[in-house]
């Protein structure tokens, strides 16, 4: 193996665009993980080569017209990362920091992300340079149809070709104006036209369990950590979710959800920041009562018993065992790394921690869940949505009533030879069939679970010295490389 090939040098991005030295660009960042673990793997270095590229990237501008008939130059990208598998995948950001850069490493994450948790499709992410504030509906519905047009117009969108999803900024109601705008251009005869996108709202094919898909894998990662009694003992913390103290950056579509299916698992929440400040209480906040002061107030300082931060960044530092980073990249760098004093970083977000971070965190022995297992949650649903979309029928439509009454038979022949009789809500209990939330959110912890002991065997296999992140990679550039092995290359 050729560790030069992999190697970037400072202050200079894979795409030969010179930087500042002291910030390293996000896409360097994602590389040198990459190149981390390719070196571990051993496999080809040209192919090796061929994975870290991204495959296509389209950057375009397009006008808006503002609500006051002005005119509006917008910028945005759509970067396909991997056609190993087809459709690409990955989110839309609408933010004022998206740029090339940012785009490109979100792609190669979602990349590196759909292979460990066996989801069969390329990584791709697309943004818009916006701070959607400054938009009103009507005009956010403008540029995301027109968006959507150029991408119809280029081919970088379809069921088969490229699928997006939600991401920073944006929900449902920008999926259902997509999925809108592209049945529109298509015309009646596509028929798998709805599986284009996925994060809809449930009436236009969105699937039951989206929503709080990614904060809901975040948990499942986190308490599937924290069931290893061996692992939580070299981290000094006690088995199990049970009192554990919490932080969380970010209360957004992420970070509210994971805070929550934390909370009610028995973990503590004794920090929560957000743009405006953070709360800090070491007796514990209640996630859902944060969220209404906030939506009452505007902000979630002055939260009833909680003290005030005003330097939001500061509460990445409060005293816990947790710290769930669920807003931005960035957030922990070299310049705070050393301050953290949480001993796991639960990486709910991408890209939050650098990698002059990671090395610091690593010589201080905290534990880093990696970004490209820990929020792969929502791709994971996202998956099952485009699955729902492409057979056109709801999970647990045809079984639902024929399981529950094979239960129910099955019931009465127990009470019948053991002359038991189980109560009305014993029998609804035992008997009840899987409906749709049900089997996405058993989906989804069968995925998150298995992926966890994937990484983490692969950290075994390698002397247990490994982190993380790098084992993540190695089992996902695995998955890859075995890809091209048997498709070979074409032409
Ligand atoms: P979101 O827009 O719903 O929420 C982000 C929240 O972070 C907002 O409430 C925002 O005010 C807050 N925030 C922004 N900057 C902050 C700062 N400096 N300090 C504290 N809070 C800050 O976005 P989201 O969908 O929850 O995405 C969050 C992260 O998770 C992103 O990195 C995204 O790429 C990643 N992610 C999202 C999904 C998904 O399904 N939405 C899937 C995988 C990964």
Redesign the pocket.
């Known amino acids: 193996m050729d560790q030069a090939a992999f190697s970037v040098r400072p202050g200079v991005t894979s795409q030969g665009g010179s930087i500042l030295s002291t910030k390293v660009s996000f896409l360097a960042q994602v590389n040198r993980s990459f190149d981390r673990a390719a070196v571990i793997s051993g496999h080809d270095p040209r192919l090796l080569a061929q994975i870290r590229e991204c495959n296509s990237v389209y950057r375009l501008t397009f006008p808006v017209k503002r609500d006051d008939g002005s005119i509006e130059v917008v910028q945005a990208w759509r970067a396909e990362h991997s056609h190993h598998k087809l459709p690409t995948k990955g989110?839309i950001?609408y933010s004022t920091m998206v740029n090339e850069d940012e785009v490109m490493a979100?792609a190669a994450l979602m990349t590196y992300k759909c292979a460990i948790v066996d989801v069969p499709f390329g990584g791709a992410k697309g943004g818009i340079k916006i701070d959607r504030r400054e938009f009103s509906a009507p005009e956010l519905e403008r540029i995301t149809r027109r968006y959507t047009f150029e991408l119809v117009k280029k081919m970088f969108i379809g069921p088969g070709v490229d699928v997006p999803a939600?991401?920073?900024?944006t929900g449902p109601t920008e999926m259902a104006w997509i999925v809108d705008t592209y049945k529109s251009l298509m015309g009646g005869g596509e028929l798998n036209g709805e599986a284009c996108v996925t994060g809809k709202p449930i009436a236009q094919g969105g699937i039951n369990g989206r929503l709080e898909a990614?904060g809901r894998g975040v948990y499942f990662g986190i308490r599937e950590a924290c069931d290893i009694a061996e692992d939580m003992r070299d981290l000094g913390l006690s088995r199990g979710l049970e009192g554990k103290r919490v932080v969380v950056?970010?209360?957004?579509?992420?970070?509210y959800h994971a805070a929550n299916f934390l909370q009610q698992d028995g973990a503590v929440v004794v920090g929560l920041?957000?743009?405006e400040g953070a709360i800090a209480n070491p007796s514990g906040l209640d996630v859902q009562k944060v969220v209404a002061h906030r939506r009452e107030t505007g902000s979630i300082l002055g939260f009833p018993g909680a003290t005030d931060i005003e330097n939001?960044r500061e509460a990445l530092e409060l005293e816990c065992d947790i710290l769930v980073p669920?807003?931005?990249?960035n957030q922990i760098t070299a310049d705070n790394a050393g301050r953290i004093q949480a001993r796991m970083v639960a990486e709910?977000?991408?890209g939050p921690t650098t990698a002059d971070a990671d090395e610091i965190l690593a010589k201080r022995e905290v534990a880093v869940l990696p970004d490209l297992f820990l929020?792969a949650g929502?791709v994971t649903v996202s998956y099952f949505e485009w699955l729902k979309n492409l057979s056109h029928v709801r999970f647990g439509r045809m079984e639902k009533r024929f399981d529950e009454k094979a239960h129910r038979q099955l019931l009465s022949a127990v009470e019948k030879a053991t002359g038991t009789d189980f109560s009305d809500q014993d029998m609804s209990l035992f008997a009840s069939g899987a409906d749709e939330e049900d089997l996405v959110n058993s989906g989804l912890e069968e995925t998150m679970i298995d992926a966890f002991h994937q990484v983490r065997e692969v950290k075994k296999r390698n002397g247990g010295d490994l982190d993380m992140r790098t084992a993540a990679f190695v089992n996902s550039i695995d998955k890859i490389v075995l890809c091209y092995e048997e498709l070979g290359i074409f032409p």
């Open positions: 989110g950001r979100l939600p991401d920073y900024g990614t950056q970010g209360l957004g579509n992420v970070g920041a957000e743009f939001s669920a807003a931005l990249e709910a977000a991408n929020n929502g």
